[in-house]
């Protein structure tokens, strides 16, 4: 299979009513909002990924890898610019807006200060540890169902963007390795920035849901809370297995086992999209 089969560039252009619901996750405001808060960093992390996997493209000798890196980075560039339509949304119809912009203010000089003065390698690095969780976590979502408890629009932002999560998985993983990336070094540095990341996403999550104690008030009837535990419980069983995968030695991303529903989701946003190459 080719590379543009493999990794297909598609647009997509998404559209958020300020009446969208930002419970999209069924009885499960805490859940939400840490997904669309941490959604919040997007705009700035992925354009960081990006600007990493294209510096580093003079290292890449293998054709076939550089045009994976591309395709990858067009990939995030179409990601991010959807999540960024929806976040200007969130801000304007969540009480937590103006705190939710100042968390992005302070996590967009972040990542533009890492481009600025971190090497090359810690840069790479940070991309390979996001990229390897994100494909455990979207494998987990896919094979637990949890798409079927979400409401549009938001669904299907989510699940576009992390079955390409899961059809880039090898690129960050291999264009570090190709800029002399190791183990030892990788591991160093990718629990280091997971814990960074998901830190982050915390905070954003904390300020929406202390900025809205009223919904949060609405999903404290008990089945809510069984369904919630049971539905975490599912996930987290799914999900940490493949994250352990990632810290051993001989992970490799194109070897992992794809979930049963990934080639039909390619092939629905495939259809969906305005344009595919």
Same mark, same amino acid.
């Given at each position: 299979?080719?590379?543009?089969?493999?990794?297909?560039?598609?647009?997509l252009?998404?559209e958020f009513?300020?009446?969208?619901?930002?419970?999209?996750?069924?009885?499960?405001?805490?859940l939400?909002?840490?997904?669309?808060?941490?959604?919040?960093?997007?705009?700035? &992390? +992925?354009p960081?990924?990006i600007?990493?996997?294209?510096?580093a493209?003079?290292?890449?000798?293998?054709d076939?890898?550089?045009e994976?890196?591309i395709?990858?980075?067009?990939?995030? *560039?179409? !990601?991010?610019r959807?999540?960024?339509?929806?976040?200007e949304?969130?801000k304007?119809?969540?009480?937590?807006?103006p705190?939710?912009?100042?968390l992005e203010r302070?996590?967009?000089v $972040?990542? +533009?200060?890492?481009?600025?003065?971190?090497?090359l390698?810690?840069c790479?690095?940070y991309?390979? *540890?996001?990229?390897?969780?994100?494909?455990?976590?979207?494998r987990?979502q896919?094979?637990? =169902?949890?798409?079927?408890?979400?409401?549009?629009?938001?669904?299907?932002?989510?699940?576009?963007? $992390?079955? +390409?999560?899961?059809? !880039?998985?090898?690129v960050? !993983?291999?264009?570090?390795r190709?800029c =002399? =990336?190791?183990?030892?070094?990788r591991?160093k540095?990718?629990m280091?920035?997971?814990? !960074?990341?998901? *830190?982050?996403?915390k905070?954003?999550?904390?300020?929406?849901?202390?900025a809205?104690?009223e919904?949060?008030?609405?999903?404290?009837?008990?089945?809510?809370?069984a369904?919630?535990?049971?539905?975490?419980?599912?996930y987290?069983?799914?999900?940490?297995?493949?994250?352990?995968a990632?810290?051993?030695?001989w992970?490799s991303?194109?070897?992992?086992p794809l979930?049963?529903?990934?080639?039909?989701?390619?092939?629905t946003?495939s259809? &969906?999209a305005l344009?595919?190459?």
């Amino acid at each position: 299979m080719g590379v543009a089969d493999n990794i297909p560039i598609r647009r997509l252009d998404f559209e958020f009513a300020d009446d969208m619901d930002l419970v999209f996750i069924k009885d499960d405001p805490a859940l939400s909002y840490l997904f669309v808060g941490s959604w919040m960093m997007l705009p700035h &992390l +992925e354009p960081f990924l990006i600007r990493t996997v294209q510096a580093a493209l003079d290292q890449v000798k293998n054709d076939r890898l550089r045009e994976e890196a591309i395709r990858f980075c067009a990939q995030e *560039g179409q !990601h991010f610019r959807q999540h960024q339509k929806m976040n200007e949304v969130v801000k304007r119809i969540h009480p937590a807006g103006p705190r939710l912009a100042e968390l992005e203010r302070e996590v967009a000089v $972040i990542f +533009e200060d890492w481009s600025a003065n971190k090497p090359l390698k810690f840069c790479l690095a940070y991309g390979e *540890g996001f990229e390897s969780m994100t494909c455990a976590a979207a494998r987990a979502q896919m094979e637990t =169902g949890m798409f079927d408890d979400m409401k549009e629009p938001i669904r299907g932002l989510m699940y576009w963007h $992390i079955m +390409e999560e899961v059809e !880039h998985r090898t690129v960050a !993983h291999d264009v570090y390795r190709a800029c =002399g =990336g190791n183990y030892l070094h990788r591991m160093k540095l990718a629990m280091f920035f997971q814990r !960074h990341y998901l *830190g982050l996403c915390k905070r954003f999550q904390a300020a929406m849901i202390e900025a809205a104690p009223e919904v949060m008030a609405r999903y404290q009837q008990p089945e809510m809370e069984a369904k919630r535990k049971a539905r975490m419980t599912a996930y987290t069983k799914a999900f940490m297995p493949k994250l352990l995968a990632t810290y051993t030695p001989w992970y490799s991303p194109s070897s992992v086992p794809l979930p049963p529903s990934y080639e039909g989701a390619r092939r629905t946003f495939s259809d &969906l999209a305005l344009s595919v190459r």
